[in-house]
């Protein structure tokens, strides 16, 4: 193991923090000062999040709880969460293996071309996913340049699970890798070649050196990845066709239960999202808080 | 089990217009009916429905619809010019392959404040006017082409003078939404607007949807005549074997059921003596018809919705 409280902003001896921090008048601000600011902190967060997403809740539950759990009894909505799941399921793996593989790559070996690699794993953030949607709605669609082919050996792509699922990789492609890179380049290589010095193999370096030592920002990643990869609306929409019960994803299946005046059903899917995102959140912040240290490289980009 | 519908039984994929959600829940399960009756096979029918440019976009692009029901002849003409249905699809079916037709009307909060009663008024200044972008949405271009065509035919009218009209009405439009749906959200839940212009069959599912004594439609002294065209995309049901289960389904769609079927969606049907006894339902309007007003679709679209035509100049000055 690195010795990882070297990197830490203060030697854990000199603990505890709180005391020393609070005596300190140069890092320390007039209480007014620091109750108004806290204050306006939490109204904008009340106000801007917290009260739109109560107010999903609220129109999710605004017909009572029968009414909540009768919306998902609808086999549209079922097949919604299904695709959602089949999606999520196989985008995020697909995403661990090239995020572990890419951060590998990039932190422990030099090789030219790589500040290009760095780039194109950052494409996905920087395109809009509409683009991204359209990128293979041009590729594989039936005026697409791979369209005819596909279609004439009967393979469905776009407007069908595999375009959903290619779309979901794509704009989920650099959570896991970006999640990696920063602590992988932090814990550096020394472990690696004490590993490899006492003669361990490549495999076992990785399963046994580097990938617990990455273990958490690994999870904090997958966690990141697949909170988007079951939201993301844009780029699904495009390439999904919107065929009920057959390629609409939660995103779209809400888009489309709002749109037919099914208020209290499209809450309810939304609310279903919502605790996602909550669960995600919860975790993240057990992730945080337990292993701070081990995370806070990535923190810093 | 995703997949389970797509094995055993034949499936129709119908790509639809936004608004026709309602009417094809009610349609299709009396087709499935019908055609098992008659000893057809197992059969299920998976809807599509968004913007109907947006849906024949998708087709073109390979979204393998058996059929497409649109809401204007232009959309499905695209598809045709992609080449995977003939061009002359029109006469494949009776009255130009449409076996319904709605309207462009009005609809106000109850009471109706501001006095609305015809076009006159939504030009009015402090009157705010809710309708889809024409670019986007068959809605937003019959109210356009409606607007246009009252401009005109007023007395010392002209197209001068419609282009003016159209200026002052785009000019009250607070919100321009790309399909009907999202029109009449804003109006219906968001509260914006003073008017809403759309198709009769939405009005009568807002005030079932939000209560019909919070609105009330107002009948415009002429409104313009909106056909909703059906057709089979050869090439999919060719492809997928599905043609002969297509047509027959599109030919249900002129049985005296489905026409009946039309008429409790709020859609006209062309049956004279289905739309004869739902009378009450739908009033006597004054019509005119985009083929003959317009000189067809295509020539409307290329004068007024494509780039650099009409709609764009207006657009570009209606908001100062």
């Known amino acids: 193991m690195t010795d990882i409280s070297a990197t830490a902003p203060l030697d854990p001896a000199r603990l505890p923090f709180e005391p020393l921090m609070q005596r300190n008048a140069v890092i320390s601000e007039a209480p007014w000062v620091r109750r108004t600011l806290i204050g306006v902190a939490i109204l904008f967060l009340a106000g801007f999040l917290l009260l739109p997403l109560l107010s999903v809740f609220a129109a999710a539950l605004g017909k009572g709880l029968g009414a909540y759990f009768a919306s998902f009894n609808s086999a549209d909505t079922q097949s919604a969460i299904r695709l959602t799941l089949i999606a999520a399921g196989i985008a995020v793996p697909a995403n661990l293996v090239f995020g572990l593989c890419a951060a590998w790559a990039i932190t422990k070996f030099e090789f030219r071309g790589k500040q290009f690699l ?31 082919w596909f279609s004439a050996h009967d393979i469905k792509v776009v407007f069908a699970v595999p375009g959903i699922v290619l779309a979901t990789i794509f704009v989920t492609f650099p959570f896991i890798a970006r999640e990696l890179i920063p602590l992988m380049q932090e814990l550096g290589t020394d472990d690696e070649q004490a590993a490899l010095s006492l003669g361990a193999s490549g495999w076992q370096t990785f399963w046994h050196v580097t990938l617990p030592n990455v273990k958490w920002g690994l ?33 779209l299946h809400i888009e489309i239960l709002y749109n037919d005046y099914q208020f209290v059903p499209a809450f309810a899917v939304a609310s279903l999202l919502a605790l996602l995102a909550l669960v995600t959140l919860a975790a993240k912040s057990v992730l945080e808080w337990r292993f701070a240290d081990q995370l806070a490289a990535t923190r810093r980009h | 089990m995703l997949f389970a519908g ?78 995977l249905l003939p061009a002359d699809w029109q006469k494949r079916l009776p ?15 109850k009471g109706n404040p501001k006095g609305i009663k015809d076009w006159d008024d939504l030009v009015k200044s402090g009157v705010q006017v809710i309708v889809p972008n024409p670019k986007t949405s068959g809605n937003g271009r019959y109210s356009y082409l409606a ?29 321009l939404d790309t399909g009907g749906r999202g029109a009449t959200t804003t109006f219906a839940q968001r509260g914006i607007g003073d008017v ?9 599912l807002i005030r079932d ?58 859609l006209r049907p062309i049956d004279a003596a289905v739309l004869k006894a739902h009378a009450a339902d739908f009033p006597a309007l004054n019509l005119f ?32």
């Open chain 1, 118 to 148: 760095i780039t194109l794993i950052d494409l996905p953030f920087s395109v809009s996913p509409v683009v991204a949607g359209l990128i293979y709605i041009l590729i594989f669609g039936a005026q697409g340049w791979a369209g005819p």
């Open chain 1, 219 to 251: 999870l904090y990643g997958v966690l990141l990845c697949n909170a988007r990869a079951m939201g993301e609306f844009g780029a699904v929409s495009v390439v999904s066709g919107h065929i009920r019960g057959l390629t609409n994803t939660m995103p």
């Open chain 2, 6 to 83: 797509q094995v055993g039984a034949a499936q129709l994929l119908n790509a639809s217009y936004d608004v026709a959600r309602g009417f094809y829940k009610d349609l299709n399960p009396a087709f499935i009916a019908d055609w098992k009756k008659h000893g057809g096979a197992d059969l299920s029918i998976d809807q599509s429905h968004g913007g109907s440019s947006k849906q024949a976009r998708s087709v073109i692009d390979g979204l393998e619809a058996d059929v497409v029901t649109m809401n204007n002849p232009l959309d499905i003409d695209a598809i045709a010019k992609a080449g």
């Open chain 2, 95 to 109: 009255n130009n392959s449409s076996p319904s037709w709605s309207a462009i009307l009005f609809i106000v909060r």
């Open chain 2, 147 to 175: 607007a246009w065509q009252y401009a005109r035919s007023k007395t010392g009218g002209s197209d001068d003078t419609a282009i003016a009209f159209e200026k002052k009405l785009f000019g009250n439009v607070p919100v």
């Open chain 2, 196 to 204: 809403l212009l759309t198709f009769e069959n939405e009005v009568g």
């Open chain 2, 209 to 266: 949807e939000f209560g019909a004594d919070k609105f009330e439609i107002v009948v415009p002294s002429l409104t313009v005549r909106a056909d909703n065209p059906i057709a089979l995309v050869d090439k999919v049901a060719a492809k997928k074997g599905t043609t002969p289960i297509a047509q027959a389904y599109l030919q249900f769609h002129y049985t005296k059921a489905a026409q009946e079927i039309f008429a409790k969606n709020g």
């Open chain 2, 289 to 320: 018809d985009v083929e003959q007003a317009f000189g067809g679709w295509s020539k409307a679209q290329a004068d007024h919705f494509a780039d650099g035509g009409s709609f764009d100049k207006i657009i570009a000055n209606a908001h100062p």
